[in-house]
């Protein structure tokens, strides 16, 4: 096989071809009485294995992304494995929930715990057998790696499958996915209730007015917040402000900085039993997931909304494939907001702040998110890394968390990205050496990113000259 490694992996350092010769093996199982068939990919190289093991997550309501990445793993060579939890997700639309719906209208309970954690550590126990029969041996060691539903699973295996493998890439973990995609839907819950929806070039211009008013608090101007909780620049700020949109001008309406603000703000409700999630920081693109209108010819514009969001409501809360999103009151909104946090804790989420095990076990946890995530809340991942080290300060020794100025959800945006984690992540395994900073970048300066709650800023607007903060010292 013949296979280009492209920026946009997760796994890739460059552009590379890869000439691939390996052994195929694909594993089903079943659990007695759960009516469920899970399939485990397998992917041996046939010549020069590295002696490692390395799984690959998925992505949305997919447990795996099949060979994408299987074959760029085989062709670094690692043995390369992944299961699908027992639905094909990805082979349908990787936001497909119709699998969680039996038709009787009851939940699938069991394939929303295949796909929640328990056939992670399957992965893991019949990955390392098969690889152990194929070669002769057992791996040496052994790796997990995902991003975004990926980097949940990754948090999942940390928590609940703490001897499962011996490093952990989590980039954007969507940890928190019982909240955060039915809390992503604020935004356009909030278009419904004003029965306005901006056009994208409006949404966008309220971006860049955001990066205008915050881009230089770390000391250099690069059409980056680096700093975005030291961001105070509020949508309203900008209201009736001239814009251009596609070279017509506009003025920044106080409907349409209501619903940018929803989805800097996240949903608040301040009501009996009030509730608070965060919401994307300025500068990541709004009109991307979380704020998507069509406009036609004549200006008119409607809200079109992401399958990650509404197939949650549809499947898992409302249990109607047909529940019309657009027509959900405030207190429905919160209700079943609240339904989801508790009804899929014990399954779907993966924010459990306890690592005492896997710490135990001797695993090493690195973790990145980008400023500019468009998909998942940074402040999320924070929260939880705050967590963690509030029960344990010695959490640096075997979990590091930093942040990406800049780089959206698992790559893009105008940061750079991290691409060497994984090798750093290695390093950290086999040979004890601890990332001090994470480096992004591929040219010749590439930017060291600090473990938080670090930060970077930078001397004289020089993007070389680099100190680094607490944060305290940022400006604004």
Not at 221 to 243: G, L
Not at 450 to 475: E, H, I, M
Request: aromatic residues 12%; charged residues 15%; proline residues 6%.
């Amino acid at each position: 096989m013949l296979l280009p490694n492209r920026e946009t992996s997760p796994l890739a350092q460059g552009c590379k071809l890869y000439i691939i010769n390996f052994c195929n093996i694909t594993l089903t199982y079943q659990h007695p009485g759960w009516n469920d068939t899970v399939n485990i990919n397998v992917w041996l190289p046939l010549s020069g294995w590295n002696g490692r093991l390395w799984a690959l997550g998925g992505g949305g309501y997919s447990a795996s992304y099949g060979s994408i990445y299987l074959a760029q793993a085989v062709g670094k060579g690692f043995a390369a494995i992944a299961t699908d939890s027992g639905h094909q997700a990805f082979v349908l639309h990787q936001n497909s929930l119709e699998w969680a719906l039996l038709r009787s209208g009851n939940l699938n309970l069991p394939l929303i715990e295949d796909f929640g954690y328990r056939t992670l550590g399957e992965l893991a126990d019949f990955g390392k057998a098969v690889t152990t029969e194929y070669y002769g041996r057992q791996p040496d060691l052994s790796y997990f790696n995902g991003c975004s539903g990926g980097g949940r699973q990754a948090m999942a295996i940390a928590q609940r499958h703490p001897q499962a493998f011996d490093g952990v890439l989590a980039v954007a973990p969507a940890m928190s996915y019982n909240i955060l995609v039915p809390a992503g839907y604020w935004a356009t819950h909030t278009m419904h209730q004003l029965c306005y929806y901006p056009p994208p070039c409006e949404v966008d211009a309220f971006t860049s007015e955001a990066v205008k008013a915050c881009d230089s608090l770390d000391g250099l101007t690069d059409r980056i917040i680096s700093a975005p909780t030291h961001c105070h620049f509020k949508a309203a700020d900008v209201v009736r402000k001239e814009f251009s949109c596609n070279g017509t001008a506009g003025r920044f309406s106080s409907a349409g900085a209501t619903v940018v603000q929803a989805a800097w703000d996240g949903p608040q409700n301040a009501g009996p039993g009030g509730y608070s999630w965060p919401g994307l920081n300025p500068g990541a693109a709004l009109t991307t997931l979380y704020i998507q209108t069509n406009c036609s010819a004549n200006g008119t514009c409607t809200a079109t909304t992401n399958t990650l969001f509404s197939n949650w409501y549809k499947y898992l809360l409302a249990q109607d494939p047909k529940y019309n999103l657009s027509a959900m009151t405030n207190e429905q909104y919160f209700s079943y907001i609240r339904s989801s946090t508790s009804d899929f804790m014990s399954t779907i989420s993966a924010s459990n702040p306890d690592l005492s095990a896997f710490a135990q076990a001797g695993g090493k946890l690195l973790s990145w998110q980008g400023t500019a995530d468009e998909n998942t809340p940074t402040r999320q991942t924070i929260n939880y890394y705050t967590e963690v080290l509030r029960l344990d300060p010695r959490v640096g020794e075997y979990y590091q968390f930093y942040e990406a100025p800049g780089v959206g959800h698992c790559f893009g945006g105008a940061g750079p990205v991290p691409n060497g984690a994984f090798d750093q992540l290695m390093a950290w395994v086999e040979n004890e050496t601890v990332p001090e900073v994470l480096y992004a970048g591929n040219g010749s300066h590439p930017r060291p990113l600090c473990p938080y709650p670090l930060a970077q800023t930078f001397v004289g607007n020089d993007s070389t000259a680099v100190s680094v903060s607490s944060g305290s010292d940022f400006r604004g």
